[in-house]
Nanobody, 119 residues
């Protein structure tokens, strides 16, 4: 059974920092592309950051220079370090793991972690 479990969300003031973690089980973690997505109220889910199995990263323009995605394959965990947080970063943040074996797709989501940026 595949599980992705996020932790580390919460309430933070503008300009503050949070680190999200996503612990995975039931998959060959090192082979997967890992991502963080977010969904704000009334908006579509959007990509925040990706990290490939080789360690290459990609970020949404809105978070470049403020957020950092990383992975620890020994711990089956992906992280999102969020600095200089803004009220517009408020959303539910979802962890994602995806792989494309021989033309098919294995795609898994976590349950989400609420991040609220407010004074």
């Amino acid at each position: 059974q595949v599980q992705l479990v996020e932790s580390g969300g919460g309430l933070v003031q503008p300009g503050g920092s949070l680190r999200l973690s996503c612990a995975a089980s039931g998959i060959t973690f090192s082979a997967y592309v890992l991502g963080w997505y977010r969904q704000a109220p009334g908006k579509q889910r959007e990509l925040v950051a990706l990290i490939t199995s080789g360690g290459s990263t990609n970020y949404a323009d809105s978070v470049k220079g403020r957020f950092t995605i990383s992975r620890d394959n020994a711990k089956n965990t992906v992280y999102l370090q969020m600095n200089s947080l803004k009220p517009e970063d408020t959303a539910i943040y979802y962890c994602n793991a995806v792989i494309y074996p021989q033309g098919s797709i294995n795609n898994y989501w976590g349950q989400g972690a609420q991040v609220t940026v407010s004074s």
